[in-house]
């Protein structure tokens, strides 16, 4: 295994103080120390650099853990390395009920890419230099090897094993306040490049010859801005502190919590609304430059039961007025020159069809009530999905919507919306009018005809009279309202989430295989002239205008199918922190996951296609994508916007507005560096 190296470029020598400051554990002086919040504190501060400590369990993996024991954290009482992975964070934190210890991997999931690192792997009686070593690299290399990290250690035995074991990865010696070593002779014989040293032993001596040796000279635990005025003015690179986001204010540090504005290119901005399954998001987009100013929210949801789950129809539309209120504070004074809206195509409600009041819940399309319905089909089931280009499943609204209307009374000229475009025609005051993106996922759209069809609808025991009309994806559905913009902007396009994504990575007319990996995960590529679609793959339009059809869209669906899960108590994380751990504790889960993307992928691309550009969550999931480039034979490609769906719904809106293009697909795609080299 060969690990990176190359990135540990020492700061100039006039680098500003703030610069300079690394996060101690996270920010211990407002959460508990080497945890989830404590971190995510840090990244949430913008720190330069977080330091933590990895120990040993009983189980040959590494806890994020400072003293022999967590008695400190959780009240264990027993050392860590008498103790499974899983009996160390099967105990809550006694400040933080709801939180626990993490594993390395765990927190390489959360920092890793997000700032510099500082792993300080801790010596452990009986358990040799090799051991550690090997674990720690055994858990670099799950989490696809980041490159801007240091390992630090108060053992030279520990250095030297990792040094012979991976050569390219950075070391550091931590000089403790009575060790009677010599910090710059020890580093120099253990061949690290850094000294991490107790503030109480640095002067301009030490310092100096450090440099002499080619070493850098780091310090710790600083907290007062005079100590570390002094001892930058001593040439110490990096100072180690318990609360960095006080100690940066004090030095004259900008607090990124106070950019409450930005300042975008010059020129026309689009706006996006975008309506996801967890989260709802606004951003604007600048033609040229990508996305220069976004919000977001948690999306709201409900589960009132097994099986179901809702959202409040209300409390979406209030929670994209937020997220709109919140792009526009960022931006005082402009006025975006068109707007698209996007999202989750399938989870639908019934409406009043005068004031679109909700009469019922928004019912998710991960919600599961609808699977009798589906079974009714029976051998008319394939015969149908010829007609609708989509398999018959509990997920479409249509069968959705009848659970629902078999649920509730409704009147009798209630209408059927999914849940995007309602809120589309609630911002706007408009009549909703589903485009065909969204109407194919009701399973009630004719493929071919991309008009409602009364055969579909009559094996659904629906009536056509319920659904509102379909209307172009391109086209004017009034105009959303915006601060100081009397009239609003004008809402020209309305878009599903994978749509959106494939355009935001391969373009309106692209051909490429794509992958866009978030709740689901999603193979997607357009269909070639007379293809008949490969077995499974959901068929769905790209887009349309009044007086053309773009592409259709072929769909191959993994989805991380629910488990047990590792048997821990379970406390909200994101998805790659939630990866990682499975990973590590052998879940085969992630693996699953990450065949089925494999596959997906190679039946979807041609024999001219070498390469597979990659966006979504996944971006933020390093476990996940180390999982993915090893299964591949494809070259993967990242986006380097994450958020893909909301660049094709900008780019899109231009095409509706005439606005020229010019952001490069995903925001311009990176091969990923191979090792040994520095990233691009």
């Known amino acids: 295994m060969t690990l990176f190296r190359g990135t540990l470029v020492p700061l100039p020598g006039d680098a500003p103080l703030p610069a300079r400051l690394v996060a101690h554990r996270g920010v211990p002086a407002r959460h508990p120390e080497n945890t989830g919040p404590s971190f995510r504190a840090a990244l949430s501060a913008d720190a330069p650099a977080v330091e933590l400590d990895a120990r040993p369990t009983a189980d040959g993996l590494l806890v994020v853990l400072h003293d022999p024991d967590p008695a400190r954290l959780t009240g264990e009482t027993r050392a860590a390395a008498e103790l499974t992975a899983r009996e160390l964070l099967a105990r809550p934190l006694r400040e933080a009920p709801a939180e626990r210890l993490l594993l390395l991997d765990e927190a390489l999931a959360i920092l890793a890419g997000r700032t510099f690192l500082d792993i300080e792997l801790k010596s452990t009686p009986g358990i040799p230099p090799a051991d550690l070593a090997g674990r720690l690299l055994a858990a670099l290399e799950r989490a696809r090897s980041p490159q801007e990290l240091v390992v630090t250690s108060d053992d030279p035995a520990i250095l030297r094993e990792l040094r012979a074991r991976a050569p390219r990865l950075a070391t550091g010696f931590v000089g403790r306040s009575r060790d009677p070593r010599d910090p710059v002779a020890t580093a120099v014989d253990a061949a690290a490049e850094v000294i991490v040293v107790n503030r109480l032993r640095v002067d301009g001596e030490l310092v100096r010859r450090a440099r002499g040796a080619g070493l850098s000279t780091w310090t710790y635990t600083v907290n007062d801005p005079a100590e570390a005025r002094r001892l930058a003015e001593l040439g110490v690179e990096r100072l180690v502190t318990d609360d960095l986001p006080t100690l940066r204010e004090a030095l004259g540090g900008d607090?990124?919590?106070?950019?409450?504005?930005?300042?975008?290119?010059?020129?026309?901005?689009?706006?996006?609304?975008?309506?996801?399954?967890?989260?709802?998001?606004?951003?604007?987009?600048h033609p040229a430059a990508g996305i220069v100013a976004r919000a977001s929210v948690p999306t709201p949801v409900r589960r009132p039961a097994p099986g179901r789950v809702e959202h409040d129809p209300e409390a979406i539309l209030a929670a994209a007025r937020e997220v709109l209120q919140r792009v526009a504070e960022q931006v005082p004074g402009r006025t975006p020159r068109a707007a698209a809206v996007t999202g989750q195509r399938s989870t639908?409600?019934?409406?009043?069809?005068?004031?679109?009041?909700?009469?019922?819940?928004?019912?998710?399309?991960q919600d599961r009530r609808a699977e009798p319905l589906v079974r009714e089909l029976g051998p008319r089931a394939e015969e149908l999905r010829a007609i609708a280009g989509l398999p018959p499943a509990p997920a479409w609204s249509g069968f959705l919507a009848r659970a629902l209307r078999e649920e509730t009374p409704l009147p009798r000229d209630a209408l059927l919306v999914p849940l995007v475009p309602w809120v589309a025609a609630r911002l706007a005051v408009e009549t909703p009018a589903p485009d065909p993106t969204f109407a194919n996922r009701t399973f009630l759209l004719d493929a071919e005809r991309l008009a409602w069809s009364s055969d579909l609808a009559r094996a659904l025991g629906l009536s056509l009279e319920v659904l509102p009309p379909v209307r172009p994806t391109l086209a004017g559905r009034g105009w959303i309202p915006w601060p100081g913009a009397p009239g609003g902007v004008p809402l020209l396009a309305l878009v599903g989430d994978q749509q959106a994504a494939y355009v935001g990575l391969a373009g309106p007319a692209g051909t490429k295989p794509v992958l866009n990996v978030g709740t689901a995960g999603f193979a997607m590529r357009t269909r070639r002239k007379g293809e008949r679609p490969p077995e499974g793959a959901r068929l769905a339009p790209l887009w349309t205008t009044g007086t053309r059809r773009g592409p259709d869209l072929l769909e191959l669906v993994v989805h991380e199918e629910p488990g047990e899960g590792p048997g821990l108590p379970r406390e909200p994380v994101d998805a790659a922190r939630d990866a990682a751990?499975?990973?590590?504790?052998?879940?085969?889960?992630?693996?699953?996951?990450?065949?089925?993307?494999?596959?997906?992928?190679?039946?979807?691309?041609?024999?001219?296609?070498?390469?597979?550009?990659?966006?979504?969550?996944?971006?933020?999931?390093?476990?996940?994508?180390?999982?993915?480039?090893?299964?591949?034979?494809?070259?993967?490609?990242?986006?380097?916007?994450?958020?893909?769906?909301?660049?094709?719904?900008?780019?899109?809106?231009?095409?509706?507005?005439?606005?020229?293009?010019?952001?490069?697909?995903?925001?311009?795609?990176?091969?990923?560096?191979?090792?040994?080299?520095?990233?691009?």
């Not at 879940?587 to 990659?614: I, K, N, Y």
């Not at 299964?631 to 005439?658: C, F, I, N, P, Y």
Request: glycine share 10%; proline share 11%; with cysteine.
């Open 255 to 285: 607090d990124p919590g106070s950019r409450e504005t930005v300042e975008p290119p010059a020129g026309d901005l689009l706006l996006v609304v975008d309506l996801g399954s967890s989260t709802t998001k606004a951003a604007l987009v």
């Open 581 to 680: 751990l499975r990973l590590a504790l052998g879940d085969p889960l992630p693996v699953r996951f990450a065949e089925g993307l494999a596959r997906a992928a190679h039946r979807l691309a041609g024999p001219r296609d070498l390469s597979v550009p990659v966006a979504g969550g996944i971006l933020a999931s390093p476990h996940l994508l180390a999982l993915l480039e090893a299964l591949l034979d494809l070259q993967v490609v990242l986006a380097r916007e994450r958020e893909v769906t909301l660049l094709g719904a900008a780019r899109l809106a231009a095409v509706a507005a005439k606005l020229p293009w010019s952001c490069p697909p995903g925001g311009g795609l990176s091969i990923p560096s191979p090792p040994g080299t520095a990233p691009r």
């Open 348 to 365: 639908c409600l019934w409406a009043a069809r005068g004031d679109l009041l909700p009469l019922t819940p928004a019912v998710s399309w």
